[in-house]
């Protein structure tokens, strides 16, 4: 298991002085990239060799958020590879060990040149400090969207749209993961997240019109990020963690 600790800053905190959804996706994407640099696989040699990871599918279950100067321990591990698959757990913890976020998550390494998958190399696979996945129950991978949200996205009905703006962009030269889950958290009344689930269906890239079209469900809110060539993303945010059948 890879570990660094920190203390929330003022900058990752929201209005209410709780670590910002977005801020608590970064720092377990900086856990995974630390763990890579500790294997010799820094963002120089994945650039020598075309490489990158591109994140497929997040499940996020928050206990209770972190807050502005409370001390953290952010872990990860990875639990599984197949080809060009990499599997990989995270979690944010006190430094008394409370449990205060847990994540399970899919990569797929990617060419950067050719845009299509590439095999895990055998050194970066036996290098990553890895563990057993954690032992809960997780929701399907697959976001069943429901029906007045897919009327919504036929019909082209967005709540809103941005552009793709070179801040949105990361070192594999497209929006940041953590961006589209701020997109849809833009669209929440209530931003009190207990369990994210986002499936990545394609990237955007700077200067791509995103449109960005929610439903109410129970429990939470559905969201699909898209335009008029491509689905670039679903994700689903839940309230109650008591509501959700099967997690607990």
Partial sequence: MYSFTSRVRYSEVDEDGMMSIAA???????CAMFDSIAIDYDLNRLNDNDLGWYITEWQIRINKRPILGQDIVINTWAYRFRGMMGFRNFSIDTTDGERLVEADSMWVLMNLKTLKPANVPDDMADGFTSKSPIQR??????????????????????????????????????MNNSRYI??????????????????????????DIVKVSTSDIDNGMQTVLYNDETEFAVIEMLYDLDKIDGIN
């Fill in 137 to 174: 129950k997780w929701l399907s991978r697959k976001i069943p969207v429901c029906d007045e949200l897919l009327s919504k996205v036929s019909g082209g009905e967005a709540d809103y749209s941005f552009r793709v703006r070179q801040m949105h962009i990361d070192t594999n030269h497209h």
């Fill in 24 to 30: 608590v996706m970064r720092y377990m994407t900086d």
């Fill in 182 to 207: 701020e997109a849809a958290a833009e669209c929440l009344d209530d931003t009190d997240i207990s369990y994210i689930r986002a499936s990545y269906k394609q990237v955007a890239y700077k200067d």
